[in-house]
């Protein structure tokens, strides 16, 4: 066994139990406030909780549309994770994720149908997509000191509404009957499925993301320069550290990551690009990360905890009469549940 594999080991094993505990808090507390709930709506929470562990991990159906969501669940977390070891806080892995689908789709367009070549191209354009539409918000961070947090924010709306537009004009496929949709992929674009199901190949990107940049950012010195900016800026100035260009860098990267869960999307699992590719994924991998603690590899375990509370939601429905999305209560709980955990945090 290398010194590395020993190293990154013994920093795992240290890192488990404050995680645990985050993750405890996020993920206990919140089911049990939800049988609360359950029980008020007149819903005997024990049948309904049995059946949303049915319909999401009780079949080989389930199992695969969880890691369907759980996949770009994770890119968009480790979009959030980069920039808050950095001490930023990136809340528009929303619009990096469309931009980066718009890339694909662009390139597409630009390729038409070719051989399985072109899929590296089609990933190079997404990421780039994505990194570019958070590096506005990194040189807006850098040249004008103004916060990436509200910039992120306010430029998840405006990507949306660019492919909007984008979508009813020079990308609009012609023989979609009017609806605002790209024209689909070729099959020799697209990622190939695992029998018959919409679980592709393309979502092992995620764990080989969350595997580099756990390297990155724990066995390099730029790792060390990067959690040295994100505590104290002005130490980091002190010690040679180009801050603004730290934060330029982690923003690209962070939207290259966003981008990629767009590139799942539209390459994996869509076949083009819509309007609604991707929505509220963004918000539910800045969730993920925030859960962990912004640990790159945990926000693997987040993200499949939230994609399975989003696959279930259809059980709440079907058994316990409830709107589907009576599943983001859910969802909000564990937000609840992950900023208390954060402020008692703080306190102590």
């Not at 100035?237 to 923003?251: E, F, S």
Request: charged share 10%.
């Amino acid at each position: 066994m290398s010194v590395f594999t020993v190293g990154l080991t013994l920093r795992v094993k240290r890192d488990f139990k404050p995680i645990a505990q985050r993750f405890g808090v996020a993920a206990v507390l919140p089911v049990a406030l939800f049988a609360l709930f359950l029980m008020l709506a007149g819903v005997a929470p024990i049948d309904t909780f049995a059946a949303m562990l049915q319909s999401s991990v009780g079949s080989s159906y389930g199992i695969g549309e969880v890691l369907v969501r759980a996949a770009p669940f994770a890119l968009t977390a480790l979009a959030a994770v980069i920039p808050a070891r950095a001490g930023l806080l990136n809340v528009g892995a929303e619009g990096q994720l469309v931009c980066g689908g718009l890339g694909v789709a662009a390139m597409a367009f630009a390729l038409g149908d070719v051989s399985p070549a072109g899929i590296p191209l089609l990933i190079v354009a997404g990421m780039a997509g994505g990194a570019a539409w958070a590096g506005i918000a990194g040189v807006l961070r850098t040249k004008l000191q103004l916060s990436e947090t509200i910039s992120t924010l306010l430029l998840n709306y405006i990507g949306y509404l660019l492919v909007a537009h984008v979508l009813q004009g020079p990308l609009k496929d012609p023989a979609s009957f009017n609806w605002p949709y790209s024209a689909p992929l070729s099959d020799a674009l697209r990622f190939a499925t695992l029998l018959g199901s919409r679980v592709n190949v393309g979502m092992l990107l995620a764990p080989l993301a969350a595997g580099v940049l756990a390297v990155l950012l724990f066995r390099t010195y730029w790792g060390l320069n990067l959690r040295v900016t994100g505590g104290n800026p002005q130490a980091a100035r002190r010690a040679g550290i180009n801050v603004p260009r730290t934060y330029l860098t982690v923003m690209l990267i962070a939207g290259a990551l966003a981008g990629l869960a767009g590139v799942l999307q539209v390459m994996g699992v869509e076949g083009r690009l819509r309007p609604t590719s991707g929505v509220g994924f963004g918000y539910a991998g800045f969730l993920a990360a925030w859960m962990v603690g912004h640990h790159p590899i945990w926000v693997l375990l987040s993200a499949l905890l939230l994609a399975a509370i989003a696959v279930s939601g259809d059980a709440l429905q079907i058994t316990a009469g409830l709107p589907a999305s009576s599943i983001n209560i859910l969802t909000a709980l564990v937000l609840l549940g992950v900023l208390a955990r954060g402020r008692a945090q703080s306190r102590g």
